[in-house]
């Protein structure tokens, strides 16, 4: 079996380190693996599949020597600069940052979803919003047996999803220590307000999700709005979800219409208590899915509670799929 060399840009950062996790789990034939990062922390060593891994700076000769596959965790501007200097070397980059998301030359992928948008790549993938990866397999599982009218997200974000600034303004439980990220304290409060405002009253994560909810569906006129929140959860986003179908449907055909779903795992037992947190997400790759039930509002309605890892699923496990798939699909088309 072939062997493939595979980059890790922004190797040091949450997501990153993430990924080394996730690839030490998974047994991808890999030749060898790189880590890469910008000059402050190259130098440093970081263990990987047992050994000791020097991080090199990234720069404009960091793909000279060939690779297959790279996963970029380092920022759009990052991304802009280095993921097509890879591209033009042969490696096929999946980038986490929200750069070439909208390119619609670039497929943006959710394995379980439209992995079939990869195989046409032309050197770039592009890894979508943590918060629109988890929602897109039930959206997936709905509109493919009755097809979706109209979205409405609120989502209660994990401060990890702001990186490790926000993990300490979490910790930061007194109020007395400066503030590392965000404007108000997030320790016992609700931030409805993640990235930045737009001109449309709507935050730039919010028109994310509405605008590769989209993308990834194929449905470019859809009907999506959002609201986004972070709140004081360490980690694991979570998510209620709205839906207006096409077609109307049978409550328990949507339960067996989830559980038929990959990765989708449902968990739904009110009399018992029983529904997704995210405490029970963590460290987790697949998505669950809750709180089903008819919306009496409007015709056709479904309401459901979606969460999963936002780091793992949201990010490096969902990159590191990609990677996976796209390698099964190369050794298909080989024999």
Same mark, same amino acid.
């Not at 046409?120 to 097809?147: F, V």
């Given at each position: 079996?072939?062997?493939?060399?595979?980059?890790?840009?922004?190797?040091?950062?949450?997501v990153g380190r993430t990924v080394i996790k996730v690839l030490e789990e998974k047994n991808l034939p890999l030749e060898s693996i790189t880590l890469f990062a910008s000059k402050r922390s190259s130098g440093k060593k970081l263990l990987a599949f047992g050994k000791e891994h020097?991080?090199?700076?990234?720069?404009?000769?960091?793909?000279?020597s060939g690779f297959d596959y790279a996963i970029f965790s380092a920022g759009g501007e990052t991304a802009k600069k280095y993921a097509p200097i890879a591209a033009a070397h042969g490696c096929i980059v999946v980038d986490? &940052?929200?750069?070439?998301? $909208?390119?619609?030359?670039?497929? @943006?992928?959710?394995?379980?979803?439209?992995?079939?948008?990869? #195989?046409?790549?032309?050197?770039?993938?592009?890894?979508?919003?943590? &918060?629109?990866?988890?929602? $897109?397999?039930?959206?997936?599982? @709905?509109?493919?047996?009755?097809?979706?009218?109209?979205?409405? #997200?609120?989502?209660?974000q994990a401060v990890s999803g702001a990186g490790r600034d926000a993990?300490?303004?979490?910790?930061?439980?007194?109020?007395?220590?400066?503030?590392?990220?965000?404007?108000?304290?997030i320790y016992n409060n609700c931030l409805p307000h993640i990235d930045v405002f737009m001109d449309n009253g709507y935050t730039k994560e919010e028109m994310k999700m509405i605008n590769e909810t989209r993308k990834i569906l194929h449905h470019p006129d859809l009907k999506v709005t959002a609201t986004t929140v972070r709140v004081p959860v360490e980690n694991s986003h979570s998510e209620s979800i709205n839906v207006e179908l096409e077609k109307d449907f049978n409550i328990e055909d949507i339960f067996d219409t989830f559980r038929n779903f990959k990765n989708l795992i449902v968990v739904d037992d009110p009399e018992n208590n029983i529904y997704p947190m995210a405490i029970?997400?963590?460290?987790?790759?697949?998505?669950?899915?809750?709180?089903?039930?008819?919306?009496?509002?409007?015709?056709?309605?479904?309401?459901?509670?979606?969460?999963?890892?936002?780091?793992?699923?949201?990010?490096?496990?969902?990159?590191?799929?990609?990677?996976?798939?796209?390698?099964?699909?190369?050794?298909?088309?080989?024999?």
């Open positions: 079996m072939k062997k493939y060399k595979l980059a890790i840009v922004g190797a040091t950062g949450l020097i991080v090199k700076e990234l720069d404009e000769h960091s793909f000279d986490n &940052s929200s750069n070439f998301r $909208m390119d619609k030359d670039v497929p @943006l992928v959710v394995p379980e979803v439209n992995m079939e948008d990869a #195989y046409n790549n032309n050197g770039i993938i592009a890894n979508p919003n943590c &918060s629109t990866i988890q929602a $897109m397999l039930p959206l997936k599982a @709905l509109d493919d047996k009755y097809g979706i009218k109209r979205v409405v #997200y609120s989502t209660y993990l300490l303004d979490l910790k930061n439980t007194t109020g007395k220590e400066p503030l590392k990220k965000f404007p108000y304290p029970n997400a963590n460290g987790h790759d697949e998505v669950f899915v809750g709180r089903i039930r008819r919306d009496y509002s409007v015709e056709n309605g479904l309401n459901i509670f979606v969460v999963a890892d936002n780091i793992r699923k949201g990010a490096a496990s969902n990159a590191v799929q990609i990677v996976e798939e796209l390698i099964k699909h190369s050794e298909m088309e080989e024999k």
